[in-house]
Structures are given as structure tokens and as C-alpha cells.
Nanobody
Framework: QVQLVESGGGLVQAGGSLRLSCAAS????????VAWFRQAPGKEREFVAA????????YYADSVKGRFTISRDNAKNTVYLQMNSLKPEDTAVYYC????????????????WGQGTQVTVSS
């Protein structure tokens, strides 16, 4: 089992930045792919970014490409999502997810989920 706990959400003005963290515990995290998804009010949860356990294999949704960066520190069992140039449409609950093996953009393929952290971007 892998437990995931997100932190770092909050209220920020448009154009600002936030860094989300996802701390993993329970198992060695190194061979797990990790991802961030988000769910805005009244909308389905959507893919944001994913990263393999190695230094290669990083994927982004078109809506965040060039503004968000996913990274991980395997020594600390932590995944980060650096969010820059935030827009009101980035407002959502952000979830961290993990799966054994390769990253995926499909939420159905992830086995472990955090509880989510709220990000609100004001205009």
C-alpha cells in the first residue's frame, strides 16, 4: 500500500504561483509513476501531469504545458507540482496519484490517491 498526502494548496491571484507537494509513505516509491489530476466544481476530474520514476517520461495536459512542472524527489518520497502563471480556470481540487510501472494520463489506471488539496485562483 502507498499512502499519499497532498499539501500546498491555497488562494492566489491570477498570474501568481503555487507549489503543491505530495508525500508518499508505505512502500518504496522509486518504481512508481506519479501524476496530478484536478477536479473543478461541476466538472469531471482531469489529467494535469505525470512523471515516471526515472528522469525521463514526463507528460502534461495541453492546458498547463509551459506553466506547470512536475518533479519528484525519490529520496524524500515526495512529488511536486510547480504552478506558475496561474489562471482562474486552474481553480480546482488537485489530487496526487501513483501507480506501479509507467505513467498514464488515465485516472482509471492509478491505484493510489491522495485526499486532494484546494487551489483557488482569483481574477
Amino acid at each position: 500500500q502507498v499512502q499519499l498526502v497532498e499539501s500546498g494548496g491555497g488562494l492566489v491571484q491570477a498570474g501568481g504561483s503555487l507549489r503543491l507537494s505530495c508525500a508518499a509513505s508505505g512502500r518504496t516509491f522509486n518504481n512508481y509513476a506519479v501524476a496530478w489530476f484536478r477536479q473543478a466544481p461541476g466538472k469531471e476530474r482531469e489529467f494535469v501531469a505525470a512523471k515516471s520514476w526515472s528522469t525521463v517520461g514526463t507528460y502534461y495536459a495541453d492546458s498547463v504545458k509551459g506553466r506547470f512542472t512536475i518533479s519528484r524527489d525519490n529520496a524524500k518520497n515526495t512529488v511536486y507540482l510547480q504552478m506558475n502563471s496561474l489562471k482562474p480556470e486552474d481553480t480546482a481540487v488537485y489530487y496526487c496519484a501513483a501507480r506501479w510501472s509507467l505513467p498514464s494520463t488515465s485516472q482509471a489506471s492509478y491505484d493510489y490517491w491522495g485526499q486532494g488539496t484546494q487551489v483557488t485562483v482569483s481574477s
